[in-house]
């Protein structure tokens, strides 16, 4: 669909995992862009994938709000039951040298994605409605772009599996429903990511500004 050429610049598109250059060819809708080379997704438009996006990332403000609040696990060990929410953790140790470590965790498995959901309504709301962006639309979604990386509520979830697989020889332990919200998080998170085309995003906040 797209082909090799060192010309024209305006419409060249370049692989964002292997650097190659193509000549742009607009997909049509429901069509995929791929990279010839390594096969990288470059460009898939979708119809109403903006309102679909948006529509998941409320969902997942929701349930990263909830995962912070409700009891993620129970413990029972000799008669006794604890239950425990991230943030009973987090405050748990919120004063005494641990204090950077659990912000550093907080940050990583609920600010950073949170901050990553709420900026992508922020840029997407106003592209579906077909109105001009918000201010500041450009930095908001390069910065979330540039968070990506930082947000580990996925590892976070495959962490406490293991951690609560190893220690339930010790003690009866039970998932809350925290548990089961940030496991819905992580899945759709990874629905909102390939969602997302970056192509059509960037060119409608491009075409909006310069005219
Ligand atoms: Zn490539």
Not at 111 to 139: C, K, M, S
Request: a positive charge.
């Amino acid at each position: 669909m797209v082909q090799a050429s060192p010309i024209p610049l305006d419409n060249l598109i370049v692989c964002t995992h292997c650097d190659a250059a193509f000549t742009l060819q607009r997909p049509e809708v429901g069509q995929r862009a791929r990279c010839t080379r390594c096969g990288t997704v470059l460009i898939t438009p979708r119809r109403k994938a903006g309102l679909q996006i948006i529509a998941v990332s409320v969902a997942i403000t929701i349930l990263i709000i909830g995962a912070t609040i409700f009891p993620f696990l129970s413990i029972s060990a000799a008669g006794k039951t604890n239950s425990v929410s991230i943030l009973d953790a987090a405050l748990a140790f919120s004063d005494g040298p641990l204090v950077a470590l659990t912000l550093t965790t907080a940050a990583l498995i609920i600010f950073v994605p949170l901050a990553r959901v709420l900026l992508t309504i922020y840029v997407l709301v106003p592209i579906v409605l077909d109105r001009p962006p918000a201010r500041g639309a450009t930095q908001a979604f390069r910065l979330s772009e540039a968070l990506r990386p930082w947000s580990m509520a996925e590892i976070f979830a495959l962490g406490c599996a293991v951690a609560l697989i190893k220690i339930s020889d010790l003690a009866d332990v039970g998932f809350g429903p925290a548990f089961w919200m940030f496991c819905t998080l992580v899945v759709l998170v990874v629905v909102q990511d390939s969602f997302l085309c970056r192509w059509s995003v960037w060119k409608s906040l491009d075409n909006t500004q310069t005219s």
